[in-house]
T-cell receptor, first 112, second 115 residues
Framework: GDSVTQMEGPVTLSEEAFLTINCTYT??????LFWYVQYPGEGLQLLLK?????DKGSNKGFEATYRKETTSFHLEKGSVQVSDSAVYFC???????????FGQGTRLTINP | KAGVTQTPRYLIKTRGQQVTLSCSPI?????VSWYQQTPGQGLQFLFE???????NKGNFPGRFSGRQFSNSRSEMNVSTLELGDSALYLC??????????????FGPGTRLTVT
């Protein structure tokens, strides 16, 4: 079945550091790919998405590129802030599947 | 536009009891999905409703059920609660179009604790 694998956390960085959270997927066909973020005590918020190969999703300084050849959708940010501390989830939706399949989540802590 | 709302936000129940959780989707959204989030299993899909019909279902026992009303509001019910049902239950809504980029909007969740 479809699955998503994220790099294990937790990840701790200093403010203004470069961030990469790895995400790879297994799916039939060409799924849509997403990054969601969950702040403490809240639900999930969509951070960015990509719907076809080579698409780049971006939002709030975060970027991720849909790489079909490596089945990856790594999340990057050039300079993180304390306010970026949260749990990040990579997810996919296979065409017509009407559901999201999530990775296990990566807890990110940014220290000032 | 108001977001997805879930009630109640917190709930404590005893083993063997049943519970009903409620979700109001974003206005205009016709699809409502439910997910269970636990530290051990992560985020798992429960089911999806569209136009009052269950359109998709995850791998959960029959104790977990749901329904959707004509105004797209949805409820999920868990009967004969077990300790392992303690979790954050998240509701998500979207327009419900098949074969489209599947962008879901999540509510804040209902934290269920079973004692």
């Amino acid at each position: 079945g479809d699955s998503v694998t994220q790099m294990e956390g937790p990840v701790t960085l200093s403010e203004e550091a470069f961030l990469t959270i790895n995400c790879t997927y297994t799916a039939t066909g060409y799924p849509s790919l997403f990054w969601y973020v969950q702040y403490p005590g809240e639900g999930l918020q969509l951070l960015l998405k990509a719907t076809k190969a080579d698409d780049k999703g971006s939002n709030k300084g975060f970027e991720a590129t849909y790489r079909k050849e490596t089945t990856s959708f790594h999340l990057e940010k050039g300079s993180v802030q304390v306010s970026d501390s949260a749990v990040y989830f990579c997810a996919l939706s296979a065409k017509g599947a009407q559901k999201l399949v999530f990775g296990q989540g990566t807890r990110l802590t940014i220290n000032p | 536009k108001a977001g997805v709302t879930q009630t109640p936000r917190y709930l404590i129940k005893t083993r063997g009891q049943q519970v009903t959780l409620s979700c109001s989707p974003i206005s205009g959204h016709r699809s409502v999905s439910w997910y269970q989030q636990t530290p051990g299993q992560g985020l798992q899909f429960l089911f999806e409703y569209f136009s009052e019909t269950q359109r998709n279902k995850g791998n959960f026992p029959g104790r977990f059920s749901g329904r959707q009303f004509s105004n797209s509001r949805s409820e999920m019910n868990v009967s004969t609660l077990e300790l392992g049902d303690s979790a954050l239950y998240l509701c998500a809504s979207d327009l419900g179009h098949r074969d489209r980029a599947y962008e879901q909007y999540f509510g804040p969740g209902t934290r269920l604790t079973v004692t």
